[in-house]
Each structure stands twice: as C-alpha cells, then as structure tokens.
C-alpha cells in the first residue's frame, strides 16, 4: 500500500495527535483524551507497516468512529465566531485532503502524501480548536441539542455534496 519511505511520515503525523490528547487530558476531558489516543495509536501503528491487513480496517473503523465524535463535540461546542470562522472552513480542508490524497493515491502520483501529512495536521489543529472551544464554553456557551443535530445534519449534507462534487469533478 505504501513503502516505509513515505509511510514515517504518517507514522508522524499519527502520532500529533497526542497533543490534543494530552491537552484533552490536562482539561478533564476522558472521552476526547481516549478518542484521540486510541485514534492515534491506531493510525500510527497502521502506518508503521501500511498494507491490506487487520491494522487497517482497525484504522479505518477507529478513524471514522474519532472523527463523528469530534464531530459532533465540535457542533456542541464550537460558538464562538472566531472558533466557527476557523473549524468549518478547516473541516471542509479536511475532507478535500482526503478526498485528494486518496484519488492520488490510486492513480499511484507520489502527491497523495503531501496530501495525506495535511489532513493528519489538519485534523490536530482542529482538535485543539474543539478542545479550546469546551475550555470557553460556560454553562451557556454551547449549542442547545437541537442546534447540534441540525448542525450534524447540515455537516452531512455539506460532505455529501461536496463528495459528489468530487466524484465528477478533478480539482488537480
């Protein structure tokens, strides 16, 4: 799947992950703090040797599973508006990288590295994002549960568009 050559790097990139987690930690946070380390022990230890095997469907499921909690703790928590103006346009950076790396990936083009190094920093800055935004949030600084399932379902909508734009249409 890919050589160790290019692999360290994600074996890396993996592993910033434990910076929100440590900082998850620090703040009382044991759901984010699992989340993010289990997420990036995971990922890490799938890199280390990347090949079609068990590692990677654990990735793959833990992956996904990390990124619908931050998910939906960033569309409880995330308010503030400079927060918001930050985390959405990164959440959608983060599905493009994604999406890039693994089309450059198949087409066997050395770029969906670069790619995929972005959306592994991507997604730790977003953590840190969501981790602050519950550090700012007091008792009425977050979206009511309602708000959070609409956001849920607005995020959906927007992925599954922005999927569909991908599939007919190149950004390279």
């Known amino acids: 799947m890919a050589p160790w050559n290019q692999s360290k790097y994600l074996v890396g990139t993996s592993l910033l ?3 929100p987690a440590s900082c998850a930690y620090t703040n009382n946070m044991p759901l984010l703090t699992t989340t993010l380390t289990v997420t ?3 990922s890490a230890n799938f890199w280390r040797h990347a090949n079609y095997s068990t590692r990677r ?3 793959l499921v833990v992956a996904k599973g990390g990124m619908a ?7 409880h928590y995330v308010r503030a508006f400079d927060k918001v103006v930050t985390a959405y ?8 990288t994604y999406y890039k790396s693994h089309q450059l ?5 050395n770029d969906w590295l670069s790619y ?4 592994h ?9 969501i981790i602050t935004s519950i550090n700012q949030s007091g008792v009425n600084g977050v979206n009511s549960q309602r708000d959070t399932i609409l956001i849920m379902l607005l995020m959906s909508v927007y992925f599954i568009s922005l999927a569909q734009y991908f599939k007919y249409h190149s950004l390279s």
Do not use: R, W
Not at 69 to 75: L, R, V
């Open 17 to 19: 992950f434990l910076g």
């Open 40 to 42: 990036s022990l995971v």
């Open 57 to 59: 469907d654990c990735d």
């Open 69 to 75: 909690i931050m998910c939906y703790t960033g569309a």
């Open 89 to 96: 346009p990164c959440l959608g950076l983060i599905a493009y």
């Open 105 to 109: 990936h198949n087409a066997k083009k």
């Open 116 to 119: 995929h190094i972005t959306m």
């Open 121 to 129: 920093m991507l997604f730790a800055y977003e953590q840190i994002t």
